[in-house]
C-alpha cells in the first residue's frame, strides 16, 4: 500500500496568536488548498503551493521542534485527509489543534481543540463538534449573521470574534458587540501586533 501523504505549505514553529490559546508554543502545519476564496485571506498563499510529504516525513519534522502541541491549519485542513495523521500523533503523544472553517463535516475523534472559523458557508454539525467558533468581523459583516453563532457559547465552546486584520475600526465594534453580549470574547490576532514569527 502506498504511503499516504499530505500537501503541506509549510510546518514553523512559534506561538499561537489567535482564540482562546493564544500565547501558547505550537508546532504550526499549514496544509495547502482552500476552495472558498475569501477576499481577506491572509494564508492565500497556502491555497496553491504545497508539497506532497508522506506522513512520516511530516510526523519527522515537526518532531525536530521541543513541543508536542501541534496546530493544523491551512489553507483548509478538511480539504485533505488529515484525520490519519491526527491519529498518528495522537499515539505518540501530541495534542492536536485543528483550525477549520467549517464547511465540510470532518471526523475530528483525534483532534484535542477545534476552532472553526466560518466563512461563506458552514456546516452546522462542525460549529457543534467547535471548542471555538471564531468569527472574522469587519464594517460589513452582517449583525444577524454574527448573532447566529450566539447560542454555541457554552462552558466548552468560546464564541470569539476577531477584527478582520486589526483595524482600528473592526477591534472597536467587536468591542462593542461584546459589551452588548458578554457571553463573547475578544481574538486579536496578537502574532501581528507583536510581529511575532
Ligand atoms: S476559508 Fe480561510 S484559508 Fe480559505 S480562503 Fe477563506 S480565509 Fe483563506
Known amino acids: 500500500m502506498p504511503l499516504q501523504s499530505l500537501k503541506v505549505n509549510e510546518i514553523f514553529y512559534s506561538l499561537q496568536g489567535e482564540g ?14 482552500c476552495s472558498m476564496g475569501c477576499s ?27 513541543c508536542r502541541n501541534v496546530i493544523i ?35 475530528v475523534s483525534n483532534i484535542d481543540f477545534l476552532v472553526v472559523s466560518p466563512k461563506k458557508h458552514v456546516c452546522k454539525d462542525m460549529l457543534q463538534k467547535a471548542h471555538c467558533i471564531k468569527i472574522v468581523v469587519d464594517q460589513d459583516t452582517p449583525l444577524e449573521t454574527i448573532a447566529t453563532y450566539f447560542p454555541y457559547a457554552n462552558a466548552r ?12 475600526e473592526n477591534i ?5 458587540l461584546i459589551k452588548q453580549n458578554p457571553f463573547l470574547r475578544l481574538s486579536l490576532q496578537m502574532h501581528k501586533l507583536a510581529h511575532i514569527r
Request: charged residues 15%.
Open 20 to 33: 482562546p490559546l493564544t500565547g501558547t508554543a505550537a508546532v504550526f502545519l499549514r496544509l495547502a488548498g
Open 40 to 66: 481577506f485571506c491572509d494564508t492565500q498563499y497556502a491555497a496553491a503551493q504545497g508539497t506532497d510529504m508522506p506522513l512520516p516525513d511530516i510526523i519527522a519534522a515537526l518532531e525536530q521542534y521541543p
Open 73 to 107: 491549519t491551512g489553507g483548509e485542513p478538511t480539504e485533505q485527509n488529515f484525520a490519519p495523521l491526527a491519529h498518528a500523533l495522537k499515539r505518540r503523544g501530541w495534542t492536536v489543534q485543528m483550525e477549520s472553517n467549517g464547511a465540510q463535516d470532518a471526523d
Open 157 to 168: 465552546t468560546a464564541v470569539c470574534l476577531q477584527p478582520c486584520s486589526n483595524k482600528q
Open 172 to 176: 472597536d465594534l467587536c468591542v462593542k
